[in-house]
C-alpha cells in the first residue's frame, strides 16, 4: 500500500486524523514535536538504522507521541530491534487494511503491538522464571534490555565468564536458544503485543 494509500485509509475513519505527512525524517520528528499526535508512523524505506536513531530520540525526549514502523520487509529480528529502539507497533505494508487500523488503534490505545505474520506461531514458550537464581533473573533481565556481556558484567560487578556461566544455565533451564530468543521473550513477557498470538 502506497503512503496515499494509507492516508486514506486513516481519514476513512471516524477516529484516525492525518495531522500531517512528511517526505523525510527531520520533516517527521519536526512534525512531532510541533503536532504532537498521538500516533506517529514511520516508514521502514527511510532506513532501518535511520528510523532507529530517531525512535530512541523521541524515548529519550520523552515525547508522549507513540510510533509504529510500516514496511514492506520486516523480519521478526527487524522487529524486535524496532521495539527495543522505541517503537510501539511494527506492521507490513502488506497487511490488510483491518489489520493496519487495528495497530494504530491498539498503539493509540497505549498497548505494545506486532503483526502476528512477522512473528511465527511456533515463537519459543515463555521462560520458565521460577526455576533460575536471582542472579539468572538480573543477567536474563539485561540481556532482555539488549546488554552486552561486558555490560552486564560491569553493572553487576561480576566477571564476564560468569555472565556466560549464567547464560548457559538459563539457556539451559529455559529452554531458549540465544541472546535473540531471550530479548524475544523478554519483549512479549513485558508488553503483551497484540496482534500476535502469543
Not at 24 to 43: G, H, N, Q
Not at 85 to 90: E, I, K, L, R
Amino acid at each position: 500500500m502506497a503512503r496515499e494509500g494509507l492516508r486514506l485509509l486513516l481519514q476513512s475513519g471516524d477516529e484516525l486524523r492525518v495531522v500531517a505527512a512528511e517526505g523525510c525524517l527531520a520533516e517527521v520528528m519536526d512534525a512531532i514535536r510541533d503536532l504532537r499526535p498521538s500516533v506517529a508512523i514511520f516508514d521502514k524505506t527511510f532506513g532501518l538504522e535511520e528510523v532507529m536513531g530517531c525512535l530512541r530520540k523521541l524515548r529519550i525526549s520523552g515525547e508522549p507521541t507513540r510510533t509504529v514502523v510500516w514496511g514492506s520487509q520486516l523480519s521478526e529480528s527487524e522487529a524486535l530491534r524496532l521495539l527495543r529502539a522505541g517503537a510501539d507497533g511494527v506492521v507490513r505494508k502488506t497487511a490488510p487494511l483491518e489489520v493496519l487500523q487495528e495497530c494504530i488503534e491498539s498503539v493509540a490505545a497505549g498497548l505494545s503491538w506486532i503483526e502476528e505474520a512477522i512473528t511465527p506461531t511456533e515463537a519459543q514458550p515463555m521462560p520458565a522464571r521460577q526455576t533460575l537464581t536471582y542472579r539468572e533473573l538480573q543477567v536474563m533481565d539485561l540481556i532482555e534490555q539488549g546488554l552486552t556481556n561486558k555490560t552486564i558484567a560491569a553493572q553487576l560487578g561480576i566477571r564476564v565468564g560468569t555472565v556466560k556461566i549464567h547464560l548457559r544455565h538459563i539457556f539451559e533451564k529455559t529452554g531458549i536458544h540465544g541472546r535473540y530468543g531471550l530479548a524475544l521473550s523478554g519483549l512479549r513477557a513485558r508488553a503483551p503485543l497484540v496482534g500476535a498470538t502469543m
